[in-house]
T-cell receptor, first 116, second 109 residues
Framework: DTGVSQDPRHKITKRGQNVTFRCDPI?????LYWYRQTLGQGPEFLTY????????KSRLLSDRFSAERPKGSFSTLEIQRTEQGDSAMYLC??????????????FGEGSWLTVV | RKEVEQDPGPFNVPEGATVAFNCTYS??????FFWYRQDCRKEPKLLMS???SGNEDGRFTAQLNRASQYISLLIRDSKLSDSATYLC??????????FGTGTRLQVFP
């Protein structure tokens, strides 16, 4: 499978615990995005990387959230001291701007987080 | 005001019907526009890009009105398999996609 892959697909954690999600983008895609989606809402932008540089962070990304892309390939999203309000689907996406595809973004299947 | 606004629906239509979804966006600097489809508990997938001149892909037609900051999607001859949530998406010149809340479509036999 050469699409965007995310791990784990589902995570149930107790409030106050830390969780980490991993995203492997499509090969050669230099842009990587993290979004969060709750029921009945569209995906909300969290942050994005171009290669290893984190270019933008949403104000939704509180101090408890940190994202990295150390070698410009896979990325991790860590949530510290989880709260029930963090329960959501965390979507990773990647893109490669070029003349043919413009900036088409491809999503992974998402990582579902439930905080109990 | 939300950056991208859509009627959440649901739109319940019979097979074979024509249905239209509308979307407005607030940032006049928006560069590109898309419709994504999302099935229940699945990831969003690109349905089609939206061009200023309007564009068609089979039963789907997308229109853009930059002056009114308005985007539309028309689905003709609805199929049961069209049942999904349709997300209006706007791309600012920062390459960041902004999603609407989505419009839910249910096609019934």
């Amino acid at each position: 499978d050469t699409g965007v892959s995310q791990d784990p697909r589902h995570k149930i954690t107790k409030r106050g615990q830390n969780v980490t999600f991993r995203c492997d983008p499509i090969s050669e895609h230099n842009r990587l995005y993290w979004y969060r989606q709750t029921l009945g809402q569209g995906p909300e932008f969290l942050t994005y990387f171009q290669n290893e540089a984190q270019l933008e962070k949403s104000r939704l990304l509180s101090d408890r959230f940190s994202a990295e892309r150390p070698k410009g390939s896979f990325s991790t999203l860590e949530i510290q001291r989880t709260e029930q309000g963090d329960s959501a689907m965390y979507l990773c996406a990647s893109s490669a701007r070029d003349r043919d595809s413009g900036n088409t973004i491809y999503f992974g299947e998402g990582s579902w987080l439930t905080v109990v | 005001r939300k950056e991208v606004e859509q009627d959440p629906g649901p739109f319940n239509v019979p097979e074979g019907a024509t249905v239209a979804f509308n979307c407005t966006y607030s940032n006049s600097a928006s560069q590109s526009f898309f419709w994504y489809r999302q099935d229940c508990r699945k990831e969003p997938k690109l349905l089609m890009s939206v061009y200023s001149s309007g564009n068609e892909d089979g039963r789907f037609t997308a229109q853009l009105n930059r002056a009114s900051q308005y985007i539309s999607l028309l689905i003709r001859d609805s199929k049961l398999s069209d049942s999904a949530t349709y997300l209006c998406v706007v791309n600012l010149n920062t390459d960041k996609l902004i999603f609407g809340t989505g419009t839910r479509l249910q096609v019934f036999p």
